[in-house]
């Protein structure tokens, strides 16, 4: 007869004490699943297409834009508009060059030597394509240069973080060749980047934390620990009932 003492198995515990532990096992996993998962579900059953105070000035003045009827102010908020969705990362590159598209046509519009500002960004993105690294001297100097004529052309302030990129989100190539295709699809390449989806546990703050970030990157960190310590606590509590020794 073939011993099974030293047969180990999740799935089918031969013993009491292994069966206890692989309940006990199973349970945890499942708080750990149900923390997880069901927060979010609940997420996406609460959650709300809330747009951003940046969409709802583009969506004022962009009318005006696109039909060719656009004031100074007008051009200057769409523009800055489209600099608040050109500072973030996750853009796709079709996307991200129609906006350079709208941005570059709006400064063109906007600058009141047109032919002068051409030569400046020009002169930049030659210098960017040679230049071996982003701390090239002449890369930076012209940067600089190009930093307050463009914050004046949009009309930000010297502390808007948009003035930093300004320069790198317009095209010399691309001021003269904005067509009626191209504005009619910035609406929605607009409302794509600038709606998210809230709630209140999206809104609400906890610890000076956003409550759905803190309970994904803090709260649930502490649970595993949590989950962890009481496997250690309730194993050792076994072994003494079972008399089983390290």
Known sequence: MVSEDYHISFFKPTTDSARRNRNMVVQLVLIWAVAIFGFQFLLKILEKPTPEPSLGIFENNWPAVEQGKASSMELQASSQAVLSVLGKVAIQPDHRQMLHDALSSMAWQLALEKEELKAHVAEFENLAASAGHIADEAYLKKKSELIPILAGIFGLEPVDVRTKIAPLEIKS???????????EQIGGIMSLYLTHNQSFLTDARFLGF???????????????????????????QFNKKYGIED
Do not use: N, Q
């Open 173 to 183: 190539s691309m001021m003269e060749s904005f067509d009626a295709a191209g504005k």
């Open 210 to 236: 956003p409550f759905h970030y803190f309970y994904t990157a803090i709260f649930l960190l502490i649970l595993f620990v949590g989950l962890c310590w009481l496997y250690c606590i309730r194993t050792d």
